[in-house]
């Protein structure tokens, strides 16, 4: 699975850009937009749940960006929340210097987040009371939601450009608003 997984990212290279309507680029700023404005409201949960969601959302642009490429995918997989999960990671952080860089060990803990399928257990926990009416303000901690908010505000800078053909002025952008809200939070 790994091979073949590089193999279909190193086609992807090669396809052309996914338009983007902008009910759809809305959609996508709304989530991260959101998940910005409940972790400043220390509401860890919902910065999380909203974090985790546009990286799924991300995760389904990769999904399509396959498909075009005549490869067979299972179908299953857009409604595999790991699955879009790894995807949008996989896609829009393998290599880039500057995750590397501005985050050092917590690219690692997020990739390790990614690699044991937490994403989604977090998601719950942000959501759902758990085994004796614990509440989702007392499970997901700041540090956890900082994180998901970093990358998930990452991840959707690095759709911008190439897989959804915005100019740069988007993806500058958007890593400003990540740079603005790590320095504020950290």
């Keep these: 699975m790994e091979n073949k997984t ?6 992807a290279m090669e396809m052309k850009p996914i338009k983007l309507s902008d009910d759809v680029k809305r959609h996508y700023d709304k989530y991260w937009k959101l998940s910005i404005k409940f972790f400043e409201e220390s509401d860890f949960a919902l910065a999380s749940f909203f974090a985790i ?18 490869e067979k ?15 949008a ?5 393998i290599v880039n ?7 050092g060990n917590n690219e690692s ?13 977090i998601r719950n926990n942000a959501l759902y009371l758990e085994h004796g009416m614990i ?14 908010v970093c ?14 053909g915005a100019g740069p002025d988007d993806w500058k952008r958007i890593l400003e608003e990540v740079d603005e809200f790590r320095e504020a939070n950290k």
């Design 6 to 11: 590089r193999e279909i990212f190193q086609k």
């Design 53 to 70: 969601t546009l990286i799924e959302e991300v995760g389904k642009l990769t999904i399509m960006r396959i498909e075009s490429l005549g």
């Design 73 to 87: 995918f299972d179908k299953k997989g857009f409604y595999s929340h790991h699955q879009k999960y790894r995807y």
């Design 89 to 93: 990671a996989y896609d829009n952080l």
């Design 97 to 103: 210097s500057r995750v590397t860089r501005i985050y």
């Design 109 to 121: 803990r997020f990739a390790e987040l990614i690699k044991k399928d937490e994403l989604f257990k």
């Design 135 to 148: 509440v989702p303000e007392n499970i997901v901690s700041r540090d956890t939601a900082f994180l998901l």
């Design 151 to 164: 990358f998930a505000g990452e991840i959707y800078a690095e759709i911008q450009g190439f897989t959804t």
